[in-house]
Structure formats: C-alpha cells, structure tokens
C-alpha cells in the first residue's frame, strides 16, 4: 500500500525547488502580482483522511475550477435540458477562442471552455437577480465544504471586468445567435463573480469530493448528484478540463481534472481521492505548470487512473 501522506510531502518537496514554474497570467492584474514560488497540494482519500503539504491551506482564485460547480449547479436546475444549448465535445482551442461559435451557430463546444460557462451562467441566471444567483453559488460552496468563511475577491471580479474584452466578446456573439436569454451583462457579471471565489486547496478538495464519491458527500452521506451525472461530470473533466491540454492531461494524469489560470487544478480518483494541487505559473495551454506536475507524480507513484481501475 501507497504512504500517501508520504507521497505528497515529497511531492511537495520537490514542487517547492522546482525551477521551471511557468508564467502567472497576466492579463487579470491582481493575479499577476501572485507570488510564483507558491505551490500547495490537497488529497482527500475515501474515508476523509487529508494530506495536506506546501501552501494548502492559502485561498487562491478558483478561476475556471467554478465551472465545475456550476455546470453541477445548471445541470440541477435544467437537467439534460442544458445540452441543446452546450455541447461535450473537446474544442481543441483555447479557453477563450471565438472561432468555433461562428460555424457551430453560438453553440459552445463544451461547458468548461468560456463560451461555455457563460452559457452556464446564463442558464443560472433564469429570471434571478445575478447577486440571487451569486448568493446560491456561494452557498453551494460552503454546503460542499462545511466552510462558511469561503468568499468572493471583489479585486479579482473588478480587474476582470475592467478587461474582460475577450468574455465580451464571446457573450455578445452568443447573444446575436439567440443562445443567452438575459442581458450580456448580467450575464458576464455573474460568470466573472464565480471565477472570482477564492479558495484552499484542501476547501477545494473538500468540494470535489461528491465526484469521487458517486455523487455523494462522504461527509454528511447527502447526495449532491446522482452517481450517472457523477460519471458523466466527470467524463466531462477528463475530456475538457484543460482546453487544448486536455489530451496531454488525460495521458500524462489519467484523472479528471479541471484548471483555472489562478493556477489550480481540481482532480478526481474516483474511489479513492479527490485531490486539489495549486502553482500560479501557467504552460502555454494556460493550465498550471507545476500543478499538472504535481498531479502526474501522484498518479504515477499512488497508481491511480481511471484507466486502471485496480492500480494503487
Ligand atoms: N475568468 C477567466 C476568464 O474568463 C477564467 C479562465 C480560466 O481560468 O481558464 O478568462
């Protein structure tokens, strides 16, 4: 049996004197002043142990990691509903390309790339006030968690809407197309609030563990999802949670795993651990450098994959 706790302090160890760590993104301003040297690592096993080592306990931003929870949240609220107006396939392109919308009729290829989410939040919005909805996300969070000191960065969600030309973009292309019913606005000022919670690794490990659990949380035994829309959340992770890296995550990682250029990575062993590593650098396909790093030694020395189910 793999010393997990062993496994990760190591790994930990060997993050923290890594020299290659990427490049923080830049184009958020209070995340680029994020210190590069940072790196924390969570893992939740089956039965709640946590392992935690390096900056686990340092709330960073959650970034694309929300979509996660929202997709869980929009997929309550509609159902299969929601697949006419996204789709499930991998784009191949960066988290914020423009290009595909314009062949596929504002239709995002999948809700984990930009377009995407926002069609999620959207969808979340329904006839709410955004703040209505931003107080439901919240909640949500802390429910997963049993945390109630999670919350928004205000910095964040004011930068990003200061330059969310990109995301503007995006919303208003889908809206020609007919594919968001309320104000682009709203809108976007809802998806960029939920990007801009700040969590731990190990708060977001908490999080994560109903999708190692087959749509439970192992805490309280209370379902979140049912454990086909567990799987199929998770099929969604291994396949789209890091843009046009996904592949490369999926072969190198062999979990799903979903990350946000706040430089976290949310991944999931499903019966055994739901894990969370953070480094702010990011590689070129914007996911974190160090944090796709960390994972693949963990999944290499635990043996866990999802495509070797008796490994480990
Ligand atoms: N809020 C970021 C954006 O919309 C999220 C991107 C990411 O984390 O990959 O650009």
Not at 132 to 161: H, N, P, Y
Not at 246 to 259: D, I, N, Q, T, Y
Not at 263 to 271: D, H, N, T, Y
């Amino acid at each position: 049996m793999a010393d997990i706790g062993a496994i990760v302090r190591e790994i930990a160890e060997e993050m923290a004197a890594a020299p290659d760590r990427g490049r923080v993104a830049d184009y958020i301003a209070p995340l680029a002043a994020i210190d590069p040297g940072k790196f924390g690592i969570a893992v939740i096993e089956a039965d709640g142990t946590c392992h935690a080592a390096g900056d686990a306990d340092e709330p960073f931003s959650i970034q694309s990691i929300c979509k996660v929870f929202t997709l869980t949240m929009a997929l309550g609220k509609v159902g299969d509903a929601l697949w006419q107006r996204v789709g499930r396939e991998p784009s191949g392109s960066a988290f914020n390309s423009i290009v595909q919308l314009e062949t596929e009729a504002g239709i995002p290829r999948n809700p984990f790339i930009n377009a995407g989410a926002i069609v999620v939040s959207d969808v979340l919005l329904g006839g709410l006030e955004p703040r209505e909805v931003l107080g439901e996300f919240l909640r949500f969070m802390r429910s997963l968690t049993g945390d109630d000191t999670i919350v928004m960065d205000e910095i964040v969600a004011r930068a990003e809407q200061a330059t969310g030309f990109r995301n503007a973009a995006l919303a208003n292309y889908m809206k020609a197309f007919g594919n968001l019913t309320n104000p682009v606005d709203r809108v976007l000022g809802v998806y960029i609030h939920q990007c801009a919670v700040a969590m731990s690794c190990r708060q977001l490990a908490l999080a994560g563990r109903f999708l190692m659990a087959r749509g439970r949380n192992p805490a309280t035994g209370g379902g979140v999802v049912s454990p086909g829309r567990a799987r199929r959340i998770n099929a969604l992770m291994m396949t789209c949670g890091h843009y046009d890296g996904s592949g490369e995550f999926a072969f190198r990682v062999g979990l799903p795993g979903k990350s946000g250029v706040g430089g976290g990575i949310l991944a999931v062993a499903p019966g055994r651990a739901s894990i969370c590593a953070w480094a702010p650098g990011l590689n070129e396909r914007g996911n974190s450098q160090l944090g796709s790093v960390a994972l693949e030694r963990l999944a290499q020395r635990t043996g866990w994959s999802v495509f070797d189910p008796v490994g480990g």
